[in-house]
């Protein structure tokens, strides 16, 4: 039975750490950061205690074998039993992509096999191993996300052990633009920024054509943005957003105003739930 239906618990998954926040519910209000734990592999057990700061970058399977034990540590004196929780993954962590619907596509299952089909063009295998969600279009194309089945596995298991019900299990991208994409002004394109990578969402009449993952260098600014944003731009055959409305860990100066008129202007949106 769930205990508090007025707020409820989000865990990020990184390749470094674990995050628990708070999420007050029917609230713009940022989540309230309650605990971290770092990944840290340790001699002699498969977890022990390491700073966040110094953390290894962990391969998905990684991150799987460490999980149980990082999630039993994060959790410890938090009375989290009894919660709603949503566990929201890294986007290195996942694999996100576009998926042109066949012409004449009439079932679900045509979706599906077209899914596969791209899955396998892009990262050479086939997504037996993944746990594949999209947001099934037979008239557009539309975006697809893939959790390795172990991870999420474990995920599923090590909630239910600490007496956590899980809402959902999604990546970072997808969690920011459920929250803000009817936030979204006209002619506007979405990033969201997370360890140091931007996840730049190129959008046409209000819809997702396109996303692009990009290291965000030191000192990130307006004119970087803009290099960026052009770029991506040019390579889809869009015309360049004047506005980009960025969610996350936004670099300190594209949280400011653009210094100059040849520069795309930014408005954050805040993290997201």
Same mark, same amino acid.
């Given at each position: 039975m769930l205990k508090n239906f007025t707020q409820s618990l989000r865990i990020d998954v990184t390749p470094q750490a674990l995050r628990l926040l708070r999420v007050r519910r029917w609230s713009k209000a940022a989540p309230e950061l309650l605990a971290e734990q770092p990944f840290a592999p340790g001699p002699g057990s498969a977890f022990a205690v390491g700073s966040v700061a110094t953390a290894a970058s962990l391969s998905p399977n990684a991150v799987a074998e460490v999980f149980a034990?990082?999630?039993?540590?994060?959790?410890?004196?938090?009375?989290a039993a009894g919660s709603a929780a949503c566990f929201v993954l890294s986007d290195e962590l996942v694999r996100l992509w576009q998926v042109t619907p066949p012409v004449q596509a009439a079932r679900l299952a045509d979706l599906e096999g077209a899914t596969a089909l791209r899955f396998h063009t892009l990262y050479?295998?086939? $997504?037996?191993? =993944? !746990?594949?969600?999209?947001? =099934?279009? &037979?008239?557009?194309?539309?975006? &697809?996300?893939?959790? $390795?089945?172990l991870l999420k596995s474990v995920i599923d298991n090590s909630a239910a052990q600490h007496g956590l019900t899980v809402t959902a299990v999604l990546p970072n991208f997808v969690?920011? =633009?459920?929250?803000?994409?009817g936030d979204l002004k006209n002619g506007a394109w979405f990033g969201v920024a997370q360890a140091n990578v931007l996840a730049l969402a190129a959008c046409e009449g209000g819809q997702l054509r396109a996303l692009r993952h990009i290291a965000? $260098? !030191?000192?990130?600014? !307006?004119? =970087?943005?803009?290099?960026?944003?052009?770029?991506?731009?040019?390579l889809l055959g869009l015309e360049p957003p004047s506005l980009i409305q960025l969610s996350g860990e936004v670099p300190a100066a594209l949280a400011k105003p653009a210094s100059s008129d040849k520069h795309i202007a930014t408005a954050a949106l805040g993290a997201a739930a």
């Open positions: 034990g990082a999630l039993a540590a994060l959790l410890a004196g938090q009375q050479g295998e086939t $997504p037996a191993a =993944w !746990h594949v969600s999209a947001d =099934w279009n &037979a008239a557009a194309p539309f975006m &697809a996300a893939a959790i $390795p089945r969690a920011a =633009w459920n929250r803000h994409a965000i $260098p !030191h000192g990130a600014d !307006h004119y =970087w943005l803009t290099q960026a944003a052009q770029r991506e731009a040019l």
